[in-house]
């Protein structure tokens, strides 16, 4: 990775905080700086601007993970990604409404920490381009640009695994993705097959009919029109 973006990490443990920060350097990103408080990521977060950051949901105090995304989600122009043991439901309501772009699950490796920045910086590519807008069947439009999924401009929560899928797909509009391209790109490589597969079948039933279409042997797609 060729950049300079800037990071910001906010969690209350020394070793893990240590561990993230020398991953990041060693892949070409600029640590701004680190801390361990709600109160404290707020501050930095409006001072120091940071590009990107690193939010644990557990803090020293009594200020959440959560709670300071929240805050900084309406004072900054940053992205989110959280740090937490929580299970992907309990996450969704705090994520969306920060507009976390995506979220680790603790313990987490080196290729899961930089699958979710590509996802990060992907967003950020895009905001410098005009409003891209995917329209799909039966009313619904995906917005590359916000990151969102839309049934006659009602905004639909699909939860962060579905939006990363569903970004990714749209990215690539009509192309045939192979399962394991799918699974690289969401879950850093590590996610198995039938893990896709029920993603898949979850945001198909969401929407209530084949968003995601399965071709034999070959992968998936999405079929839509670029506007």
Request: contains cysteine; proline residues 1%.
């Amino acid at each position: 990775m060729k950049h300079k973006n800037t990071i910001l990490i906010v969690e209350d443990e020394k070793i893990p905080a240590a561990f993230l920060e020398e991953i990041l350097e060693e892949n070409g990103f600029i640590v701004v700086g680190i801390c361990d408080s709600g109160a404290d990521a707020v501050k930095k977060a409006v001072q120091l601007k940071p590009e990107i950051i690193f939010m644990d949901i557990m803090l020293k105090d009594n200020i959440s993970g959560c709670e300071a995304a929240l805050k900084i989600a309406s004072l900054t122009v940053s992205k989110i990604i959280f740090l937490t043991a929580h299970s992907e439901a309990e996450m969704i309501e705090y994520a969306l409404d920060a507009n976390a772009v995506n979220y680790l699950i603790k313990p987490y490796k080196e290729e899961q920490i930089l699958a979710t920045l590509r996802v990060a910086l992907r967003k950020e590519n895009r905001d410098c381009h005009k409003l891209t807008q995917v329209h799909l069947k039966h009313g619904y439009t995906y917005d590359l640009h916000k990151q969102k999924l839309f049934l006659n401009k009602r905004r639909i929560d699909i939860g962060i695994k579905s939006m990363l899928l569903l970004d990714y797909m749209c990215s690539h509009a009509g192309k045939v993705l192979s399962k394991g391209e799918l699974s690289h790109c969401i879950y850093g490589g590590y996610g198995k097959e039938g893990t896709l597969r029920t993603l898949i079948s979850r945001l198909n039933k969401t929407v209530g009919y084949e968003l995601i279409e399965h071709q034999k042997n070959k992968g998936y797609t999405v079929a839509s029109n670029m506007l």
